[in-house]
């Protein structure tokens, strides 16, 4: 089964392999992956509430049928609600995990918001149509019947993986930038956190690799690997982002085929720039024109920054 696994993916992985090779020269010649912005600590840190509002949303409506306004409502400044959030129907594993992540958002919101200050909650899709289209950009074509996250646990897993990774690539370019000692502190405590979600969730989408999604004819393997794909290309900037199976040659140390944790060639965690990740985020590859999850933009002065 693995070996039938490896050849249907076997063309989208060397294409992922020939541009890894060169994404140092596509992310020089992109002047605006690397392009610094002028920013305070503040700031920065309160960019990354747009992206912990998106997780603490989707998970807490995913697990529990409701949102932020029913745990800590403050904390939402007045911003207005998710738009599309559901209750999915989740497995009691899946159920547990994604109850436990939604609990851990609320707390790096509340940490960020007693730390630095909030910002008004984005308006965020979180609708299934929403996931459709992004699932539909992803694979290249017209998913039927439409991609619903909510649908089962395998699904609301692999929508899952559009977004823990999203902050956590955000939070390791964020770091470097911060002059203050507490926001470094709060910065990387966060950080951890965000990338065990990612490794609890590239876990359980390795274990079904080989599995189908129904009704798809695409394993969960080639779904985490277009999906990679796919926001490389959104933040135009080379490839920071890979799915749960690879070439040896991308795998840790050449050695192996498995990426449950996404790394470069020296297994070090992949950074992005505030405008790679609103590139992404936006669903546009621009982080001047708003879309996707946020369909009036990201908030914060450095997000307002882009869009005006």
């Not at 249907?8 to 541009?19: E, N, R, V």
């Not at 509340?110 to 730390?115: K, Q």
């Not at 074509?141 to 993986?161: E, W």
């Not at 695409?218 to 070439?247: H, Q």
Request: proline share 6%.
């Amino acid at each position: 089964m693995a070996r039938k696994l490896y050849r249907s993916t076997y063309f989208p992985l060397i294409l992922l392999s020939f541009a890894w090779a060169f994404s140092g020269a596509l992310s020089s010649k992109d002047a605006k992956c690397g392009r610094p912005i002028k920013a305070s600590d503040t700031d920065r840190v309160q960019f990354a509430m747009n992206l912990e509002f998106l997780e603490a949303e989707f998970f807490l409506n995913g697990a529990l049928g409701h949102g932020l306004d029913s745990i800590t409502p403050y904390l939402a400044k007045g911003g207005p609600p998710p738009v599309g959030a559901e209750k999915a129907n989740l497995d009691p594993v899946t159920q547990r995990i994604i109850e436990e992540f939604a609990y851990q958002e609320v707390g790096h919101l509340r940490a960020i918001y007693t730390e630095v200050g909030g910002i008004k909650r984005p308006l965020l899709n979180l609708s299934a149509q929403n996931f459709a289209h992004i699932m539909d950009e992803a694979v290249g074509k017209k998913l039927q019947p439409p991609f619903n996250p909510y649908r089962n646990s395998i699904n609301y897993v692999l929508a899952s993986y559009a977004v823990p990774y999203v902050g956590l690539v955000g939070y390791v370019g964020t770091i470097p930038y911060l002059s203050n000692f507490t926001a470094k502190g709060l910065i990387a405590s966060l950080l951890g956190v965000e990338s065990g979600q990612d490794a609890v969730l590239r876990a359980l989408l390795y274990e079904k690799a080989t599995q189908k999604v129904a009704p798809y004819n695409i394993t969960v393997a080639e779904f985490t690997n277009k999906i990679s794909m796919l926001r490389n290309r959104l933040a135009n900037c080379g490839i920071k982002d890979e799915g749960v199976i690879v070439p040896r040659k991308l795998g840790a140390e050449n050695r192996t085929t498995s990426n449950i944790l996404s790394a470069d060639s020296y297994s070090r965690s992949y950074s992005r720039t505030p405008q790679e990740i609103v590139r992404i985020v936006y669903g546009t590859g621009s982080e001047s024109k708003p879309g996707g999850f946020y369909p009036h933009g990201a908030n914060g002065r450095i997000a307002k920054s882009f869009l005006s």
